[in-house]
């Protein structure tokens, strides 16, 4: 069975970290890309950070402060978030595409239940 599950959200104060996983299953993540995105109420699904066996990309409110890796062996994909601010409270999820970062939310294929991160004092 395919799936994805994220987890490591949480509450964390201006300026923390946090690091979310997205558990793969039912499939070899080295033939997908895997996004993150997020989402706030009242607003669409916001893709921050993707990742493939060749690439990453990340959108400009993110850059320098989250990075994005994959461990192939434990078929998990991390998001490391640094220097967090109030407006990076979120739904976060994981989701996944065959091999390419491009596109918006509708073109990946399968998505996590989401982990709530947030950033407040």
């Known amino acids: 069975q395919v799936q994805l599950v994220e987890s490591g959200g949480g509450l964390v104060q201006p300026g923390g970290s946090l690091r979310l996983s997205c558990a793969a299953s039912?499939?070899?993540?080295?033939?997908?890309?895997i996004a993150w995105f997020r989402q706030v109420p009242g607003k669409e699904r916001e893709k921050i950070s993707c990742?493939?066996?060749?690439?990453?990309e990340y959108l400009d409110s993110v850059k320098g402060r989250f990075t994005i890796s994959r461990d192939t062996a434990k078929n998990t994909v991390y998001l490391q978030m640094d220097n967090l601010k109030p407006e990076d409270t979120a739904v976060y999820y994981c989701?996944?595409?065959?091999?390419?970062?491009?596109?918006?939310?509708?073109?990946?294929?399968?998505w996590g239940p989401g982990t709530q991160v947030t950033v407040s004092l």
């Open positions: 990742a493939n066996d060749d690439s990453t």
């Open positions: 989701a996944r595409q065959v091999r390419l970062c491009s596109g918006d939310a509708s073109d990946f294929i399968t």
């Open positions: 039912g499939f070899t993540l080295r033939y997908y890309a």
